[in-house]
């Protein structure tokens, strides 16, 4: 084959042009969930009737500089192939294309390939792109920025032959890669016991997850590497043991071979599709993914946009649906969009509006509330349009959609918008056949309640929504309600309601096995369990519930779930409470930020003000001061910038108020202060103060129409506090600083006497 060494660039275009290089695939496959999740492209080259290794002519290729032309084009049959699949509305996987390090010195790679995910109007989520680990090591710079490039695109990046040995660990910690692909070849497995390697595996696996990364194990021959890879924990397997390299005729012929049988017969086209749905949709709620999404790719194979719509359309929702159960909010999107075009194309606006309320609902999960109102609201609009409300599911959908809108609104602290879109929910909730979403609408309606001045409402209401949700039959939503329930009563300060919650939630979780139940929701019982402790004041209990927290994030990083930064913030915390007694004390007293009292601070100060002022009698003052326009600070200047913005004003009001009481970090951007012995005259006189000097300090802030940071500041006076709890004062000081907000910001009011 001297050939390869000396070819030219017409050579390898007529070479190319006669169709001698072929793409092959090599399938990912999902031994948990008997899938197919993706296929490696890999090309083949026969010349003059032989096959010529890619081992060979590939770094030939590489050593001319003629790589680029041969990988372009490989690109582009991939791209080519899926357009053609979404087309025939066949299901997509991802493709992995090989780049070479060759090719970011030949060429443009992340404009040739955006400009083929263009041309052919194939989004980047089902093209994966693998570059090789010594990549990273020389030519640095180039390929760094345009990894960067192609990641923001929405290509998933993969670092080919991870373990191969140059510095793999440092890569891991700069690029900005999702997937790894660790090789077999690069570990000695010759002495099938050896126990070192077995040991290396399996902490490259853990520390790729640790820093959550996905591993695909390529060159998998045997079962005992099988073994291996399975007891780490790697899922995704690309090797002889299952598929070889094989062309698009028989990989096509694979996928739809894989799940013949599941389903017995096989009547007409469009009922087996049907049939492929529904039993995906069981599966799906049995939470066994691989093999709902299977099922669902048989279906797409037989479901016509054109003639079936509406079967169409489900099944592209349900896809969506499940990927996003997967956590792969990007390819569920995808699906969506799918389903949405051909809604929208037959005026299917109830089917439309769920399409739009599931976008919304990717976006709520990762929690960029703009978008997912954005999509929400679009749902809404899809849902208002006439000659819907005989619809099949209309009620439903428009509950859910203006549920969501409220939802929304709230998390962004807007509350009255929250209120509008509560009360088009409220219009549905009562319509016959919606009881069992009556207890989430009342649960929202509680919390809402409890923002707005109104906590005697949600006390009122919450003994029929322990009712509800104690005697609900539809248990779908169990956990979620359960949780929303336990932190009502918890802000409510009903904390024997809040223990029958979480043992009901306790309860639950023995009923069923630990992969069943899954550990984001056993981490949300024991952080509610941790809220309980501190309620309640049981130190002793307490600690045993850190403890077992800190075990459950443990596993929650080994699965890869949980940021490691937060999990060891966590620990750092814990240490300082218990190698330092004296400090702890301190610790769970100190916002850590501005160093001033946290919440805590300010009830246990509270409590020790009200058995003083049940002796003297003395006016105490409560204020809630907030700095305006802050979210602009921290989009604008970012949130080291803010972080020192609210360092500066705690320690104004802190020096103001230095001799009258105490300040205390009240939310993100909120501070509250305790003024003893002081009457209106004298609270004006520091609510001018603070005003003034924060002014002064001229923090740039061009969201202001002053340009500098400014406060806004609410006050109540009160004579005697003998009776009241802190948290029963708080809102009548946020109803004056919401008129201060509501008035153009920048200024205080105080309300005197109030008891
Ligand atoms: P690679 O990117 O690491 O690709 C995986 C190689 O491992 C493939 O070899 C595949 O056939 C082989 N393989 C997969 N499973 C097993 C297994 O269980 N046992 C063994 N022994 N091998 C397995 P292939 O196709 O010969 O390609 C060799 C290398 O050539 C590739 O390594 C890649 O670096 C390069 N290559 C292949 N096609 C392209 C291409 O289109 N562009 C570029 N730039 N490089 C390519
Ligand atoms: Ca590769
Ligand atoms: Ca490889």
Same mark, same amino acid.
């Given at each position: 084959m001297g050939c390869v060494d000396e070819i030219t660039e017409e050579q390898?275009?007529?070479?190319?042009?006669?169709?001698?290089?072929?793409m092959y695939l090599q399938p990912q496959y999902s031994v948990a969930g008997n899938a197919l999740v993706g296929a490696e492209a890999l090309t083949r080259w026969k010349h003059q009737g032989e096959f010529v290794s890619p081992a060979k002519f590939i770094p030939a290729l590489e050593q001319c500089g003629l790589i680029a032309q041969l990988d372009s084009y490989i690109w582009e049959c991939a791209f080519s192939l899926q357009s053609e699949k979404q087309r025939e509305g066949i299901f997509l996987i991802p493709?992995?294309?090989?780049?070479?390090?060759?090719?970011?010195?030949?060429?443009?790679?992340?404009?040739?390939?955006?400009?083929?995910?263009?041309?052919?109007?194939?989004?980047?989520?089902?093209?994966?792109?693998?570059?090789?680990?010594?990549?990273?090591?020389n030519d640095k710079e180039i390929i760094y920025e345009a990894v960067s490039k192609l990641k923001d695109f929405g290509f998933m990046i993969l670092i080919d032959d991870f373990g191969s040995g140059y510095s793999a660990l440092n890569i891991l910690k700069d690029i900005e890669a999702d997937i790894v692909k660790l090789d077999m070849k690069f570990f000695d497995l010759t002495d099938q016991n050896n126990v070192k390697a077995r040991n290396i595996i399996c902490s490259v696996i853990q520390m790729a997850q640790l820093i959550g990364l996905g591993i695909i194990a390529e060159g998998v021959e045997t079962v005992e590497q099988l073994d291996i890879l399975k007891e780490a924990g790697c899922d995704i397997i690309q090797g002889y043991y299952f598929y070889h390299p094989m062309n698009v005729a028989d990989f096509d012929a694979l996928m739809r071979s894989l799940n013949k049988g599941r389903i017995r017969k096989k009547a007409d086209e469009s009922s087996f599709g049907k049939e492929c749905i529904a039993e995906s949709r069981k599966l799906l709620e049995k939470a066994e993914y691989g093999d709902a999404l299977t099922l669902v790719q048989r279906a797409a194979e037989q479901i016509n946009p054109a003639t079936d719509p509406r079967t169409y359309c489900d099944m592209q929702n349900l896809t969506g649906v499940i990927y996003g159960a997967m956590g792969n909010e990007l390819l569920a999107v995808e699906h969506y969009l799918a389903g949405l075009s051909v809604a929208l194309k037959n005026d299917f606006s109830v089917v439309s509006g769920k399409l739009y309320n599931n976008i919304g609902s990717e976006y709520q999960s990762l929690k960029d509330h703009e978008h997912a109102i954005k999509y929400f609201e679009l749902s809404a609009k899809e849902l208002l349009r006439e000659n819907n409300s005989g619809q099949e599911n209309y009620v439903q959908r428009a509950f859910v959609t203006n549920m969501n809108l409220c939802v929304e609104y709230y998390a962004l602290g807007e509350y009255r918008r929250a209120e509008e879109y509560l009360n088009q929910a409220e219009i549905f909730v009562k319509t016959p056949g919606m009881e069992s979403d009556m207890f989430h609408f009342l649960a929202v309606q509680s919390n809402l309640y409890m923002k707005t001045d109104r906590r005697e409402l949600a006390q009122e209401g919450?003994?029929?929504?322990m009712e509800l949700a104690f005697n609900a039959e539809d248990r779908s939503d169990f956990w979620d309600d359960m949780e929303m329930l336990g932190n009502l009563a918890l802000e409510l300060h009903e904390f024997a309601a809040m223990k029958r919650v979480l043992d009901n939630m306790e309860n639950q979780l023995h009923m069923f096995s630990e992969e069943q139940i899954g550990l984001d929701i056993q981490? *949300? &019982? =024991?952080?509610m369990r941790l809220a309980y402790c501190k309620g309640i004041k049981d130190e002793k209990s307490l600690?045993?519930?850190?403890?077992?927290?800190?075990?459950?994030?443990?596993k929650q990083y080994l699965e890869g779930k949980r940021t490691r930064a937060a999990a060891i913030?966590? *620990? &750092? =915390?814990?240490?300082?409470?218990?190698?330092?007694?004296v400090q702890y004390k301190k610790q769970i007293d100190i916002d850590q930020l501005t160093g001033v009292g946290n919440r805590y601070k300010l009830e246990k100060d509270y409590k020790?003000?009200?058995?003083?002022?049940?002796?003297?009698?003395g006016q105490i003052g409560v204020g809630i001061i907030d700095l305006d326009y802050f979210k602009e600070v921290n989009d604008t200047y970012g949130h080291l910038q803010g972080d020192y913005y609210l360092k500066v004003v705690s320690q104004v009001i802190k020096k103001i108020i230095s001799s009258t009481g105490g300040i205390y970090r009240y939310g993100g951007d909120e501070f509250v202060v305790l003024l003893v012995d002081v009457d209106a005259d004298e609270v004006t006189k520091i609510a001018q103060q603070i005003r003034d000097?924060?002014?002064?300090?001229?923090?740039?802030n061009q969201a202001s129409d002053r340009n500098v940071l400014t406060v806004s500041q609410g006050y109540v006076v009160l004579d005697q506090i003998k009776n009241i709890d802190i948290w029963q004062i708080l809102p009548y000081a946020d109803r004056q600083l919401y008129n201060v907000k509501k008035n153009g910001k920048h200024g205080y009011r105080i309300i005197d006497k109030l008891i």
């Open positions: 390898l275009h007529t070479y190319i042009r006669q169709g001698e290089f072929e493709i992995s294309v090989n780049v070479s390090r060759e090719d970011f010195n030949e060429i443009d790679v992340y404009k040739t390939l955006t400009e083929l995910s263009e041309k052919y109007d194939v989004s980047p989520a089902y093209m994966h792109i693998e570059i090789t680990e010594s990549a990273f090591v919450f003994p029929h929504l981490v *949300k &019982i =024991q952080e600690r045993e519930a850190e403890l077992a927290y800190i075990e459950l994030c443990k913030d966590y *620990k &750092i =915390q814990l240490n300082m409470q218990y190698e330092e007694n020790t003000l009200k058995k003083i002022s049940g002796e003297n009698g000097e924060t002014e002064s300090r001229q923090l740039c």
